[in-house]
């Protein structure tokens, strides 16, 4: 893993000296997400040069140096990723007369693209990947994301050039670069705590789609096009459904994940695994262990917290799996010394909470290996997550539902406060208790309310504030995927369509950036099997009976799991990977968000509302709603603006 950086000053706006010095600086930035090595490569009389910065993972020599150019001379290369079937590859490249130094994969990609040309090439690749390719006869640049947006990559064009980079920290080394604060992107963020690409937190800096290659010439404007689309998977599912039992499905689905995660077993580092105990971790380290003749190494992390602790169930199953495992139970006081430096690590504002505990094991995995399986993914191709099934059932009954019965029952649930309605729910057994009942029940209140299709359900079941415009001052949300009335014609299903929608919106820019960040801060490169392309393609085959039935998600993927590991050791409630955020923010945290959310500094920064800001303020410390994801989005705005300003 590592970062790429890189300007193309295509006005000769700078004098070719200073391109060096610029882009070292950009790469400096980046030294966390590669320690082990950094070069340039600089053609002063484009005007071009390319940065990057090297975890050593696979050829661990200086033939695996990057920039890199191709045998031809014609390409260089800066990338950030692993290609799973560069061995497989270079035997073909080898024939064809290219010329190899090293065992490294980012020699077979330059050479592919040498050889077969971009497109063809990235059609090729297994893997993950943000890269920066120059074409040196043409004086051409292009900059590629990886299909499922694993890696990330920055661009921006700036004084008739285009500068880029893996994280915001690599253009804001430019110290001639003021960047602006895009309120309507701020807008979009309070909603989803997440930055929905291709928008950041600049105006006019955005992220490349995935599978998606950017394309700059020596005159015109950047074109985008893709090379992988998921839309056109999903039109190819559900036009070639898998006709076959659940038996014969599951060994499908077993062969093909134990070849993505034996691909990406492949290291010449030490190696290892997240180990949470549920379903998708539990699967990819069942496979790993099957592939190994040793024991694997896994890793987790617990909370004396309850409700918040999953390391019991983790380290059984690792010893029912016989992995070499290694657990750390975190005090709240070494979770909380993280916060100061999420604004440095996100390096734009970023409100998922499980930040923290994502940060934590990989901290401590980075002290044993330098690669961790992760089992990301899972729940968005085979409908993991509660709110699938759930918003299936909520949707069948709303449809029975004239609006006048709505607004009534809507209406009856806010007779009582949430915190009544969480009293209320103490009567259920455990296993049967669902987190946040109250605060859960208020938003299906709002659903209800004005419920006019999934897309609204779905899009009001979400958001962290349901009127963003109202709290971000000047600000106009862009309309975005959730609003796009194609999807629900793409994908006439409910579970399957929010199953779209996380796969487009949520994995990108929330999972794979939380954990791509807290990895690499670490230097840790995280490897994801179940995004291997070929998986995703399978899951978008599979009826949706075959992964939500009966209020139950993963249904296949538990199937060929309980070929592994008994069925008690992982049937459990879900339970997210998160933090008290809740109660420290009554809590310990109290002074922090206190000078955070100061009434008077919100007003001065013109930048919120601060009343209904307040408003949630006060009712959370009275204990009367749960806000702590909505005031952790402002929270962790503001904590980001004091760092890097707006």
């Known amino acids: ?82 290609v799973y079937n560069a061995e497989a590859l270079r035997p073909e490249l080898a024939a064809a007369g290219r010329r190899f130094l090293g065992h490294s994969d980012t020699e077979v990609i330059v050479e592919g693209i040498a050889q077969w040309g971009l497109a063809p090439t990235l059609e090729r690749l297994i893997g993950m990947f943000a890269m920066a390719v120059w ?40 110290a001639q670069w003021q960047p602006a604060l895009d309120r309507d992107a701020l807008a979009a963020y309070l909603r989803l705590g997440y930055l929905p690409g291709p928008q950041s937190i600049y105006r006019g800096v955005y992220k490349l789609p995935p599978g998606t290659f950017l394309t700059l010439r020596s005159e015109g404007a950047p074109e985008i096009q893709p090379f992988w689309s998921l839309d056109q998977v999903v039109r190819d599912g559900q036009a070639a459904r898998c006709t076959a039992s659940e038996e014969e499905a599951a060994d499908e689905l077993d062969a093909l994940l134990g070849d993505a995660v034996r691909r990406r077993m492949v290291a010449d580092v030490p ?42 169930h983790a380290a059984a199953v690792a010893r029912h799996l016989g992995t070499d495992h290694t657990e750390l139970y975190v005090s709240p006081e070494h979770a909380r010394d993280i916060i100061p430096r999420l604004p440095d690590i996100y390096d734009e504002p970023f409100a998922d909470s499980s930040q923290i505990p994502t940060y934590l094991v990989s901290e401590m995995t980075r002290r044993h290996v330098t690669v961790a399986l992760s089992g990301d993914g899972g729940d968005e191709l085979f409908a993991g997550y509660n709110r699938y099934f759930q918003g299936r059932r909520m949707m069948g009954a709303l449809n029975r539902l004239p609006p006048a019965a709505r607004g009534l029952a809507a209406a009856g649930i806010r007779t009582l406060s949430p915190a009544a309605w969480s009293r209320l729910a103490e009567a259920l057994p455990e296993r049967h208790r669902p987190r946040l009942f109250g605060d859960k029940l208020h938003k299906l209140a709002g659903v209800l309310a004005d419920a006019d299709g999934a897309g609204e359900f779905y899009r009001r079941l979400i958001s962290l504030w349901t009127e963003p415009e109202r709290v971000v001052r000047d ?60 998986v995703v393609a399978f899951a978008w085959t599979l009826p949706p009976a075959m992964k939500a039935q009966g209020g139950v998600g993963k249904r296949l993927l538990r199937r060929v799991l309980y070929r592994y590991v008994p069925e ?28 955070l959310l100061d009434e008077r500094r919100l ?24 806000w702590q994801y909505s005031l952790w989005a402002v929270l962790m705005f503001q904590a980001w603006k004091e760092r890097w300003g707006a």
């Open 271 to 312: 190696l290892g695994a997240f180990l949470s105990g549920g379903i998708d971790s539990t699967t990819v380290v069942a496979l790993m262990q099957k592939a190994s003749a040793r024991p694997v190494r896994s890793f987790s992390i617990g909370f004396r917290e309850a409700g918040y602790d999953e390391a019991p």
């Open 135 to 174: 074409d040196r006869r043409e004086r051409v640049l292009h900059l590629v994301r990886d299909r499922l947006g694993i890696k990330p990559m920055y661009w921006a064009e700036h004084e008739g050039g285009l500068r880029f980079g893996s994280e915001l920290k690599a253009l804001r080394a430019d």
């Open 568 to 595: 008690a050791l992982v049937e459990r409630p879900k339970m997210g990977f998160g933090v008290p955020i809740d109660a420290w923010l009554r809590g310990p945290l109290r002074l922090w968000a206190e000078v």
């Open 475 to 534: 600000a106009t949300e862009p309309p975005g995927l959730l609003g796009d009335p194609r999807s629900a014609q793409l994908i006439p299903d409910v579970v399957e369509r929010m199953q779209y929608l996380d796969t487009r919106l949520y994995l990108p820019d929330d999972i794979l950036t939380k954990v791509d960040r807290a990895s690499m801060a670490v230097s840790l490169e995280a490897r994801v099997p179940f995004l291997d392309h070929r």
């Open 603 to 626: 007003a001065a920064d013109g930048i919120f509302d601060p009343a209904p800001i307040r408003e949630r303020w006060r009712e959370h410390l009275d204990g009367t709603r749960n």
């Open 1 to 82: 893993m590592c970062g790429v950086a890189g300007l193309w000053d295509r006005r000769g706006r700078r004098p070719p000296e200073a391109l060096a010095p610029l882009v070292r600086a950009m790469t400096d930035s980046l030294r966390h997400r590669g320690p082990d090595a950094g070069d340039l490569w600089v053609d002063p009389g484009a005007r071009m040069a390319l940065g990057h910065r090297r975890l050593s993972i696979i050829d661990l020599t200086p033939a695996g140096a990057q920039p890199m150019v191709s045998s031809c001379g014609r390409f260089v290369l800066s990338y950030n990723g692993e």
